[in-house]
């Protein structure tokens, strides 16, 4: 069983980390396909507590490869932090693999995550506000900023210059925000490139290779079923394919290399933001399922809204990921 997805059935949050983590051992690589810093997942090794946000959990496991698939939205600011941190407590982060491919959360997106959320007033969607959406809009739009673009001043800033043409207008006309200028973009993904660069590679010929030598591989779902932005509670979803599909098109890897689905499911249920929850609880029997689960989002604090299991959105994550 080398090719292993690990999904998340609910609104993210059942443990995906910790079942990742639980593999650890038997596991060579650990891929993440979608999603970016909105992620959060706490671990916890003898007393130390770890809170990663882009990092793949495989990070934390000696001998094991982690892996930032093309599917991934990063920002570099928090790459760079988080990897700090886990070197400053002495932990070896240098087998962490970027694909060329995966596409960069720069500062316009995260002023337009924000500026968009309050825009939207009562249909906000109460996402991460780390420019997850936007980051992906533009990918989609074909004005996205992918990590290879680092290593090529004109190429970035060409890019930079169209991705920015239109937010600018946006941004002053119906936002009121000052305009963010192609130069202060640039230079802060410069200042990144020399660093990132050791780490960046073809990633799907990496993970490919390896499963033809027969490595376990993890593919790690970020957010979950509910929330993906095909199968989920559209539009109250994130901006990724955050089910088993998207394993194959987050890393380059054919669907037919994934041996082994699994669905991660809590006894109960939670989600972060707006949406339909059709078995949310507002009474003291959802108090007590926060406070004893400590039910407050790992990226923004937020207190999560808690709820009975719900087995039809459990049966439905079962066919829609093929768990
Ligand atoms: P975004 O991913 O920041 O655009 O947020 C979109 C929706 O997904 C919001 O309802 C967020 O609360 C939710 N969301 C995003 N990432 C996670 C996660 O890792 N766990 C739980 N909810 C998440
Ligand atoms: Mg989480």
New binding site residues.
Partial sequence: MPGIVIVGVQ???EGKGKATDLLGERTDWVVKFN?GN???HTVVIGDEKYALHLLPSGILSPGVTPVIGNGVVVDLEVLFNELEALNARGLDTSRLKISANAHIITQYHRTL?KVTERFLGKRM??????G??PAYADKINRVGIRVQDLFDENILRQKVEGALDQKNHLLVKVFNRRAITVDEIVEDLLAYAERVRPMVSDTSLLLNDALDAGDVVVFEG???TM?DVDHGTYP????SSATAGGAATGSGVGPNRLDRIVGIVKAYTT?????PFPTELFDESGDWLRSRGFEF?T??GRPRRVGWYDAPITRYATRINGI
Wanted: proline share 0%; charged share 10%.
């Fill in positions: 609104w993210g949050d999603g909105n992620a959060g995550d969607i109460g996402t991460t506000g780390r997850i959406g970020g957010q979950a929330l109250f979803v994130t901006s989600r972060v933001g707006s949406g989002g990226t923004t």
